[in-house]
C-alpha cells in the first residue's frame, strides 16, 4: 500500500496560481501511474490530470486543459499539479491518487490509494 499526503492547497483569487504537491511512500513509486482528482462542494469526485510512471505520457479533462500541467519527480517521490489561470469553479477539495497496478494506463486509472485531499479555493 501507498501513503500519499497532498499540500499546496489554499485561497486564491480568479487568474491566480497554486501549485499542489503528493509525496508518496510505500511502494516503488516510479512503477505507478498517478493522478489528480477534484471534489466541488455538493458534486461527485472528478478526474482533472493524470501521468505514467516516467511521465511520459499525461491526461487532461477538458475543463482544465491548457491551464493546468501535471509533473512527477521520480527521485523526490513526488506528483505535482501546476494551476494557472485558476476560476471559481475550480474550487474543490484536490486528491492525489495511485493506481493500483502498475505501468497502467493514464486513461482508465483505477486508484488504489488516496490521500486525505486539500482544498484549493478561488474567490471571483
Known amino acids: 500500500q501507498v501513503q500519499l499526503v497532498e499540500s499546496g492547497g489554499g485561497l486564491v483569487q480568479a487568474g491566480g496560481s497554486l501549485r499542489l504537491s503528493c509525496a508518496a511512500s510505500?511502494?516503488?513509486?516510479?512503477?505507478?501511474?498517478m493522478g489528480w482528482f477534484r471534489q466541488p462542494p455538493g458534486k461527485e469526485r472528478e478526474i482533472v490530470a493524470t501521468?505514467?510512471?516516467?511521465?511520459?505520457?499525461?491526461y487532461y479533462s477538458n475543463s482544465v486543459k491548457g491551464r493546468f500541467t501535471i509533473s512527477r519527480d521520480n527521485a523526490k517521490n513526488t506528483v505535482y499539479l501546476q494551476m494557472n489561470n485558476l476560476k471559481p469553479e475550480d474550487t474543490a477539495v484536490y486528491y492525489c491518487?495511485?493506481?493500483?497496478?502498475?505501468?497502467?494506463?493514464?486513461?482508465?486509472?483505477?486508484?488504489?490509494?488516496w490521500g486525505q485531499g486539500t482544498q484549493v479555493t478561488v474567490s471571483s
Open positions: 491518487a495511485a493506481d493500483s497496478r502498475q505501468y497502467g494506463s493514464p486513461y482508465s486509472l483505477s486508484a488504489g490509494s
Open positions: 501521468i505514467t510512471w516516467g511521465g511520459g505520457t499525461t
Open positions: 510505500g511502494r516503488t513509486f516510479s512503477s505507478y501511474t
